[in-house]
């Protein structure tokens, strides 16, 4: 079902989009109603689930009649042969820079970034929510190793941090391409430790990121707490880079104090230089985020349409981009242009915002619409002036919940899963030709995802 629902995309996307972001990942195995997926690093792993997952998913319910879960491992192929670590020449990364997270920018023409190309900060937009992490960091590339050292930010997934890091990367090798800049998430620094010990390749280890280095990037830190051993040598490498007056940024999903099975010893360290936030962004720096991706990709949105976007996406930078890319692709698919009603259309279907749409809310939303209580929802009343809002809340819930039937079914009164499956497909007939309440389904839908 994979490759068919692939070979069902590929002509309605540009082959470079396809070949880059969808053909490497792999179908591993199907278990009831989820795929297990494998990409080959992490970066594609990232693009691909916040650009193309829904896009495939969707194909593949269109194809099959039903929605699958996800998951999506980082699985490295197996073909190529590893390389020995102790001789990571510089052409073997600038080969592979997608492949190979663990970055060492060296002088040359045309530098092996294994930083993501795009990751820069003049694509970062700055706005009250990340100014502090976004000057910061572009500080610490003016005059690595003084002031902001370490640089810690920390902050919610899709805000920006990796992006940060990676443009502190790109800034300073911009500036002088001699200096030795390592990046790697705190995840790949573990295995990279573990292995070394494991092979007897400690000393090149320890020269990697204790003498080698000139600025040491390391994304997610909060990984290694917990992980002893990981945290100890992490300790080493930390203070001889520090004494040697080297740039260390680091990233986490949260302040150093709050990291459970961290180190004192470490957290302290990490606290000593500038600990700088990013929060979720703001309405206006969330409109200028959609209008800058979308003219870096050369499309001109109307400024009613990027405020709609803006509006129906509030979580994350992530989440924004994602959504952005759903409208354009379904846009470029159905061949419409793209305008308010098109944007509420694509994102309200299925909320962009994580936030779920709960069971209560539905019984709510449905009740208040009727006028009926929510006890009469969960009772067990025949009348039909209940019984239809019963079935529009199942109904609902079912489309807009994770919930499964019997859940549903629990949560209206102790009712049985046939029950609820029943009155989903009732609802769904009737609303065939009943425009009425098509237009109630719709209304309470739009009601809900906003
Ligand atoms: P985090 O590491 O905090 O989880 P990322 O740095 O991976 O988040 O950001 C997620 C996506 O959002 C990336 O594609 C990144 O380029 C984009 N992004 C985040 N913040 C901004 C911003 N202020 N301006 C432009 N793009 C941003
Ligand atoms: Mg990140």
């Not at 995309?9 to 969808?22: A, G, S």
């Not at 690595?144 to 940060?164: A, D, E, S």
């Not at 809310?361 to 209580?373: I, L, N």
């Amino acid at each position: 079902i994979w490759s068919e629902a692939l070979q069902g995309l590929e002509p309605r996307l540009d082959k470079q989009t396809f070949d880059m972001w969808l053909r490497p990942i792999r179908l591993a195995s199907i278990e009831d109603d989820r795929l297990r997926l494998h990409a080959p690093n992490r970066f594609l792993k990232e693009w691909f689930e916040t650009h193309y997952l829904a896009l495939v998913l969707d194909e593949i319910e269109g194809r099959q009649g039903r929605r699958f879960g996800v998951e999506l491992e980082i699985v490295e192929p197996a073909e190529p042969a590893k390389a020995p670590a102790a001789s990571s020449t510089e052409t073997s990364i600038a080969q592979s820079p997608a492949a190979q997270p663990t970055v060492t920018l060296r002088r040359g023409p045309e530098a092996p970034t294994g930083l993501h190309p795009r990751y820069r900060f003049d694509s970062f937009i700055k706005g009250a929510s990340n100014e502090l992490a976004a000057s910061a960091a572009m500080a610490a590339s003016d005059a690595p190793g003084t002031r902001f050292n370490p640089l810690f930010i920390y902050g919610g997934v899709g805000l920006g941090k990796t992006h940060l890091l990676h443009g502190i990367g790109h800034e300073l090798h911009r500036k002088d391409p001699s200096l030795r800049i390592v990046y790697l998430s705190a995840e790949h620094f573990m295995n990279e430790f573990v292995t070394a010990v494991r092979n007897n390749q400690f000393d090149e280890f320890r020269a990697r990121y204790r003498k080698d280095c000139d600025c040491l990037l390391i994304d997610d830190i909060q990984f290694i707490a917990g992980r002893d051993r990981t945290m100890d040598e992490f300790f080493h490498v930390f203070n001889a880079l520090y004494e040697a007056g080297k740039q260390i940024v680091v990233t986490s999903d949260r302040v150093p104090a709050d990291m459970p099975g961290m180190e004192a010893r470490l957290t302290s360290r990490l606290n000593w230089g500038l600990v700088a936030d990013v929060q979720p962004p703001d309405l206006e720096t969330r409109i200028a985020i959609v209008q800058a991706k979308a003219e870096r990709d050369g499309m001109e949105l109307p400024a009613e349409v990027c405020l709609t976007i803006a509006e129906l996406v509030r979580s994350n930078v992530r989440e924004l981009e994602g959504a952005l890319l759903r409208v354009t692709a379904f846009a470029q698919l159905r061949g419409v242009a793209i305008d308010k009603a098109f944007v509420e259309s694509v994102l309200g279907k299925r909320r962009v915002d994580k936030t779920p749409i709960t069971i209560e809310a539905v019984q709510k939303a449905v009740a208040g619409y009727y006028s009926v209580r929510i006890s009469d929802l969960k009772g067990k009343r025949r009348h039909r002036g209940i019984s239809r809002p019963r079935m529009v809340a199942m109904y609902l819930c079912r489309q807009l919940t994770d919930s499964s039937f019997p859940e549903i079914g629990m949560r209206f009164g102790g009712k049985d899963h046939s029950t609820v499956i029943n009155a989903c497909k009732r609802i769904a007939a009737l609303q065939e030709d009943d425009e009425e309440l098509r237009g109630a389904v719709e209304s309470l839908r739009g009601q809900l995802a906003s």
